[in-house]
């Protein structure tokens, strides 16, 4: 938390410094018993220079005194009430006597909820990898496909398959899937059968289950949610038997999704 920490006396030009060397895009102003006065964004410095401010200015030109904060025994409710209002992307944790106590970042916090932690209002938000978020979307030859929840109990993913393209066909020995199709229509199959899917209708796949979902449309995308159980998750528990794309097949461990 002390990266986002910055004294009440500092210029303009200590707090983009401070933002600089510390990667960060807001900071909180505290006085010298870490009572928070205020807050700023690298914007807000941008707009306090087009406005007349010079670099050795006080922050005081910059800082918003009027910030959202929760107390430091708020429940997670609090906090996601907070966080309903989109402007906002950090919360400030106070005690009674206005001290800066946590700080409760959006990702951070959306982070701690996908992996399955549970919510504690003095829990090390600094400790979150908050890039968990991005780089999330996958490119495959058959379309895309976004990992949406990922803990030591359950994946979910959210898959678009292209018009004309189709998974391969494949099984997996550590996960069973629940795939929910969502838009548009193809075919999937399940060891031996083929069946037409249409939006709404869900299909459980086993441990072992050779299946497979193709995009029998011209025009639109297949979307799939799906959802896998089981003790491991990674991309290498895929066993391929047919791939349209010329990928590897008949491999106990072969890398890569579909």
Avoid at 47 to 69: E, N, Y
Avoid at 82 to 94: K, S, T, Y
Wanted: charged letters at 30%; glycine letters at 8%; hydrophobic letters at 35%.
């Amino acid at each position: 938390m002390t990266k986002y920490m910055i004294g009440a006396a500092a210029t303009l030009y200590e707090a983009l410094d401070h933002m600089n060397r510390n990667k960060v895009k807001f900071l909180l102003a505290v006085d010298a018993e870490e009572r928070l006065t205020g807050t700023l964004t690298d914007g807000d410095i941008r707009r306090a220079v087009l406005r007349g401010a010079g670099l050795s200015t006080s922050i005081d030109a910059a800082i918003h005194k009027d910030f959202t904060s929760v107390g430091h025994q708020a429940d997670l409710k609090q906090v996601l009430d907070a966080f309903r209002d989109p402007r906002i992307e950090f919360l400030p944790v106070l005690d009674e006597d206005g001290k800066l106590c946590n700080l409760v970042t959006r990702r951070a916090l959306n982070v701690l909820l996908l992996q399955n932690q549970r919510f504690q209002i003095d829990f090390d938000f600094d400790s979150i990898d908050e890039d968990r978020l991005e780089g999330e979307i996958f490119a495959r030859p058959w379309g895309i496909y976004k990992t949406t929840v990922l803990n030591d109990m359950f994946q979910a993913k959210v898959i678009y398959i292209m018009p004309g393209q189709a998974l391969s066909l494949q099984s997996h020995r550590h996960r069973e899937e629940y795939w929910i199709v969502i838009h548009g229509s193809g075919d999937i199959q399940l060891d031996g059968s083929i069946h037409g899917v249409t939006p709404g209708q869900s299909f459980f796949i086993p441990k072992g289950c050779k299946h497979r979902m193709s995009n029998t449309s011209e025009t639109e995308i297949l979307i799939l949610n799906e959802v896998q159980l089981g003790d491991y998750f990674g991309e290498d528990d895929i066993q391929r038997y047919d791939d349209r794309y010329g990928r590897p097949c008949n491999a106990e461990r072969e890398k890569g999704l579909d």
